[in-house]
């Protein structure tokens, strides 16, 4: 099995193992970041999509050998082809989980996805990430831009207070309704309400819904990877709560001259897309906002749509489009929303305008208000939840003698 030893080298502690899988071949190299509480394998549609296989490498190099030697591209298709690295993170499916949750922050992912890059050899990659893999993917770009050919930001959110979802009953549910899930059954249940689009699982699929079929996966693929550790959850959501980026980051960001696509479902209840919108106005001119008809796993409920971007965003880089021409490309006949400079209230330059920029302003701060004071009550409300199971009296069976 392919691992990747991190942390050590970078006096962290013990050292922790990330797991790996390459798929296809090609010059073009694409390192694939999941987010919170999923696995490499998450990235299916989108390695099927660049590469045309799902089938690892070391798989195929194992068969090689009965096969003769075959299966081997030329020079020309090698360089037109493209590589895909995904891995689990740190706390997570196949990867060593940390014993602290100050073990498990984006910037120290970020590192263990440099590392990986170092142990795969790789000086470049186009580098994709989905929800707090894209919190880490924007971390790896502001800590070693020179080593990223593009950068894609899947249903992304700037971390924090921005992690918090739209809160409504069917949020507030889907919440106590994970928190309690023990068994695969029972996540898969909350796993799909809470990545897709009601229209979309309602489909049918010959006789089935895609509720149904999806489902019997969800159960599957939990059931073999397990369920995910407490530790490895807990560190996982103190990476998303502790993620931001300053503006110095962003800056680094957006002026080291790799192209940026920020790629969001319109119905995501997860990461809400007016973040996305506004992560992509500070990454102007760099950033391309591509909105898609989905939920938060956009990318396989639209996996054609999310690859064609994908591919885009390589080809330009390839082409090396300039960041202005890129932002402004005009809308696509295939039907999706493409923005360059994400509107905001702040270009507006009238005197009315000024009013509902200062309300805009406002409005925004009684939100982040309204979720603090949530969070809060969240985290205070879960303390109590401990201190009450430490005070519970124990019961003693009486003894016979």
């Known amino acids: 099995m392919p691992f990747c030893e991190v942390g050590k080298s ?32 998450s990235w299916e549609p989108q390695i099927k999509g660049l590469t045309g296989t799902v089938k690892p490498n070391d798989e195929e190099e194992e068969e090689a050998p009965a096969a003769g030697g075959g299966g081997t591209d030329s020079p020309d298709e090698e360089d037109e082809g493209i590589e895909v690295c995904c891995f689990d993170n ?36 186009h580098v994709f990430g989905h929800s707090m893999g894209a919190m880490i993917a924007c971390k790896l770009a502001a800590i070693a831009p020179e080593r ?23 949020m507030i549910s889907l919440t106590f309704r994970f928190l309690r899930a023990k068994t695969p059954e029972q996540r898969a249940l909350v796993d799909l309400e809470a990545h897709y689009t009601k229209e979309y699982l309602d489909e049918y699929v010959g006789s089935c819904t ?7 996966e969800y159960v599957k693929a939990i059931s073999s990877t397990g369920m995910q550790s407490n530790s490895g959850f807990e560190g996982q959501i103190n990476a998303c709560w502790t993620h931001k980026m300053t503006p110095k ?3 680094t960001i957006r002026s080291s001259g790799f192209l940026v696509s920020v790629i969001h479902g319109r119905d995501d209840i997860i990461a809400q897309l007016n973040h ?7 990454l102007h001119p760099a ?13 396989h409920e639209r996996p054609e749509e999310v690859n064609q971007a994908l591919k885009e965003l390589i080809k330009a880089s390839k082409s090396k489009l300039r960041p202005e021409d890129w932002s402004y490309l005009p809308e696509e006949a295939s039907g999706w929303l493409v923005l360059g400079m994400p509107m905001s209230p702040s270009v507006k330059s009238n005197e009315g305008a000024s009013g509902l920029v200062a309300v805009y302003h406002l409005l925004g701060k009684v939100q982040l208000s309204f979720l603090y004071f949530i969070g809060v009550f969240l985290m205070g409300f879960q303390h109590m939840r401990n201190v009450l199971r430490i005070m519970k009296p124990v019961r003693v069976a009486a003894s016979d003698s």
């Open 10 to 41: 970078r006096g962290e502690g013990n050292a922790m193992r990330i797991f790996y899988r390459r798929h296809g071949h090609g010059s073009n190299k694409v390192l694939l970041i999941i987010g919170l509480a999923a696995t490499h394998d």
């Open 90 to 125: 740190r706390g997570m499916g196949r990867s060593s989980v940390p014993t602290k949750k100050s073990e498990c922050t984006t910037t120290i992912m970020a590192k263990d996805a440099l590392a990986l890059l170092d142990h795969l050899g790789w000086k470049k990659a």
């Open 148 to 170: 990223l050919c593009s950068l894609a930001l899947l249903n992304a959110t700037g971390g924090g207070f921005e992690c918090f979802p739209k809160i409504d009953r069917q």
């Open 210 to 216: 895609r509720r149904k079929i999806l489902y019997q």
């Open 249 to 251: 980051e962003l800056d």
């Open 276 to 282: 996305a919108r506004r992560l992509a106005e500070k």
């Open 287 to 299: 950033a391309r906002m591509v909105e898609l008809h989905g939920g938060h796993l956009v990318s």
